[in-house]
């Protein structure tokens, strides 16, 4: 994917990106149980991912997992309800090059994540 190639090639100390939902490459169902939920239905097309943000306290690189694209200030607080929602430019910028349209869907809460939507 070439965002995550950039967005490394630009912060090489950033943890890996964590995607949470990814469409298959011609569209098609990848739920295991082919229940896609009504905010899961674009993934359908193959046009659309979903990229994890950083909650500052709750996700930690404990068990594999990723801290996800900084969105929050102070990035080094403990408790991620304490911070401030931000945008991420230049992830938004790298996206937007590649013609991703950025949204952070479900923000201010425990799934708040980037969607990125090829479509459009």
Known sequence: MAIALEWHRIYPTEDLLGINDISLPYGG?????????KSH?????????????????????????TRGIPVRTPR??????TTTLIFNRPFMDIC????????????????EHYHIDFNE
């Open 76 to 81: 080094d607080a403990t408790d991620w309800k």
């Open 41 to 65: 239905q674009t993934h359908r097309e193959g046009l659309d991912v979903d990229i994890r943000t950083e909650l500052p306290g709750l996700r930690s690189l404990d068990n594999f997992q």
């Open 29 to 37: 169902k990848f739920d295991v149980n082919g229940n896609w939920f």
């Open 96 to 111: 937007e090059v590649n013609n991703g349209v950025v949204e952070i869907h479900s923000p201010k809460t425990t799934n």
